[in-house]
Every structure is written in C-alpha cells, then in structure tokens.
C-alpha cells in the first residue's frame, strides 16, 4: 500500500513553544490530508482537513488559531500547535488518501508523540 | 456517516479464528466499510473494504450480509502480533467525500 511519512515521532517541548508536524505522501500525491488527535486508551478524533493550495476545515471545538495546518503541496502538510501548553500533549496522527478506481482507502502516518512540559 | 457499534472487546488465543462483528444500520447506498488495525503509538493500518458479499486478501476476510447493514472481519489463525484495536467505519469513499469518524473500536486480546 501507499506510505505516509510522519515527522517527528516524538517530540518534547516546553510549555509556550510551538512545534510543527510535517506529514508526507511518499509515492502518491494527495489533495487531501487529515489531521487526527488520540488521547491514551482513546479512539482517533478528527481535528481537520487539510486541503493543497486552500484552508483548511477544522472540527467543531477546534481551535485554528492553536492548531495551523498548511498543505502547501501535493505531498506535504503540516500542522503547528502554537503555544503549546500541557493539555497539548497528545498523539497526533495524519492521514492521507490514495485513489484506487472509483474508492479510496486512507493511509495514516506512525503519529507524532507531542509532550509539552 | 453511518455510525457504527462494535464490541469493546474481545479475547482470544493463538491459532483460533476471531470475528469481529460491526453494526451499521444507517448505512447509505454509496458507503464502503472499511477496517483499519491500531498497535499501540502507531497509526491506523488498512486491512480490507468492501461494499458487498465477501472480500478477502491475505490478512484478512470481510463478510457482508445482503442487507449490509452489519459486516464481519474475520482474522484466520491469529497470533500474539494480532493483539490490538480493530475499527470499523463506514463512509462514502468517493472522491469528494472522504472524512473518516472513528468508532470505540474492538480491543482484541489474544493470548498464547
């Protein structure tokens, strides 16, 4: 299946930073790419859609001004939380969709570990 | 999006087969149901999707009533390594929509 290459794995900061997120089609382009959080023992919630070359369209209850995605190629998104704060910390996982036929089937990244100190 | 219901959990032991049952009554003549597989600290995996009767690949085999308003993944033979949380989702998987709302999932346990 097609791969999806997320960076960094894991990442520590300190509270107030920021830190980004970079997410990569590796052998398809993607128009498309989501952006998902999971809390410990928790099911994936979408935080937003991730449109090339467009904004992107947040979940209800999602703070865009915390969380900046840009997709500004067919292979590449990122998400920035920006002033990272404790209750930030999380797994963050992006997923891209690769057309086969008339159906697609997403394909997810490792996930980046966020902990913010 | 159709919501779907699955079980919680479920245990197992080596060699045995699993079904995993998801209800999805609410389901739309253009939706898809698709199953991902998640180990811990890592992404969702794709196992299988289909639209109707059965599919099967080399991980996996996916039953699909006629009425389709449930599907069943069946895993032959699991293993330790197939220990994790199955989801099920259903959506319409055309080009133009395709946002994906994850479920509880099933936690499947198997033990040697």
């Known amino acids: 299946g097609a791969v999806v290459s997320q960076h960094p794995s894991w990442v520590i900061c300190k509270s107030g930073t920021s830190v980004k997120i970079e997410c990569r089609s590796l052998?398809?382009?993607?128009?498309?790419m989501f952006w998902y959080r999971q809390f410990p023992k928790q099911s994936l919630m979408l935080m937003a859609t991730s449109n090339e070359g467009s904004k992107a369209t947040y979940e209800q209850g999602v703070e865009k001004d915390k969380f900046l995605i840009n997709h500004a190629s067919l292979t590449l998104s990122t998400l920035t939380v920006t002033s990272a704060h404790p209750e930030d910390s999380s797994f963050y996982i992006c997923?891209?969709?690769?057309?086969?036929?008339?159906?697609?089937?997403?394909?997810f990244g490792a996930g980046t570990r966020l902990s913010v100190l | 999006l159709a919501k779907t219901t699955q079980p919680i959990s479920m245990d197992s032991y080596e060699g045995q087969e699993v079904n995993i049952t998801c209800s999805h009554n609410n389901i739309a003549t253009n939706d898809y149901i698709t199953w991902y597989q998640q180990f811990p600290s890592q992404g969702p995996r794709f196992i299988i999707q289909g639209y109707k009767t059965k599919v099967t690949n080399e991980v996996a085999s996916l039953f699909i009533p006629a009425d389709r308003k449930s599907s069943t993944l069946s895993l032959p033979r699991v293993s330790l390594s197939d220990t994790a949380v199955y989801y099920c989702?259903?959506?319409?998987?055309?080009?133009?929509?395709?946002?994906?709302?994850f479920g509880t999932g099933t936690r499947l346990q198997v033990f040697p």
């Open positions: 997923s891209a969709r690769e057309r086969a036929g008339v159906v697609g089937i997403q394909y």
């Open positions: 052998d398809f382009q993607a128009t498309t």
């Open positions: 989702l259903v959506g319409d998987w055309a080009w133009n929509t395709d946002k994906l709302i």
